[in-house]
């Protein structure tokens, strides 16, 4: 069941699911939460942190990390807001140890996150950008059946409401396999997959969004040429290529490649 807050006016007109197809018509994306740089001319949609500006004329997509604690911001977070395992301790996100998985498995937790990442979205609107993605969707996969699919499409579906009501449209990112479940029941306008070449996922993200995916590979987990993976019928119409860490042009480690 959806939870309800005060601020949400559930009469607001929800954003055209089409707005980031029409961009992406006449450009491609870049993803830039290392920090933001002036884009390449070619493109017309930019993801950037919460913290970040978005960029003035193009189509900005607000990153929000929606079901972990980002690192070093553990601390921000109430004491029962995040996830415990057997022995009290916080349960960590064992690709990205310094992030804490937020709890919830409960009506309570499931309110905290709602209403502290519910002002982040606001932030977003207010700050400009046209859109949210948020992350770590899959959070409960690795709680060791702690919460549930249940519990992350409550939330969820509560979070794109917050969305909708100013005016944004919401990414679904990671759960591929429950992609047509969350765009189903939680309202999600389009989807952000990382590396669904690698781990054979495209096909799930394109038959529920269309065009509506942005798709970023890595370069130290290309499953075969990035070209190869360009000319897959499966792939994304928009795929891009960059490095792990995401770090700005200035960084000689940079890498940005388009389809």
């Known amino acids: 069941m959806m939870i309800a807050l005060a601020a949400c006016t559930a009469s607001a007109p929800s954003a055209d699911p089409g707005d980031l197809a029409q ?18 001319a070619d493109v017309t949609v930019v993801v950037r942190d919460r913290d970040d500006a ?12 929606a079901f972990q604690t980002q690192p070093d911001e553990l601390d921000d977070w109430p004491a029962d807001a995040v996830l ?6 916080p349960v960590r996100d064992p ?23 519910g002002e982040w979205i606001r932030q977003c609107a207010a700050d400009g950008f046209d859109a949210v993605e948020l992350d770590n969707l899959d959070s409960f ?4 059946g ?8 409550d939330v969820a579906a509560s979070l794109v409401a917050v969305a909708h009501a100013e005016g944004l449209d919401a990414g679904q990112k990671n ?11 939680a309202d999600f306008d389009f989807a952000v997959s990382e590396e669904c070449a690698a781990y054979d996922e495209c096909s799930v993200y394109v038959e529920t969004y269309g065009a509506g995916v942005l798709n ?5 987990n290309l499953p075969r040429s990035f070209a190869e993976v360009c000319a897959d019928a499966d792939s994304p119409s928009s795929a891009i290529l960059r490095d792990r860490a995401l770090v700005t042009p200035a960084d000689p480690a940079y890498r940005r490649e388009t389809c």
């Open 84 to 89: 415990v395992d057997a022995a009290g301790m």
């Open 23 to 40: 961009f992406l018509d006449r450009g491609t994306f870049d993803y830039q939460l290392a920090g933001g740089y002036p884009p390449a």
């Open 95 to 117: 690709d990205w140890p310094d992030e804490a998985l937020l709890d919830i498995s409960s009506r309570e937790g499931q309110k905290i996150v709602v209403a502290t990442v």
């Open 146 to 153: 702690r919460m549930t699919v249940a519990d992350a499409i």
């Open 216 to 220: 970023i590979e890595y370069t130290d």
């Open 141 to 144: 996969t690795r709680s060791g």
């Open 175 to 185: 759960a591929a396999e429950f992609a047509s479940t969350f765009h189903d029941r």
């Open 54 to 65: 978005p960029e003035a004329g193009l189509h900005s997509i607000c990153y929000i990390n």
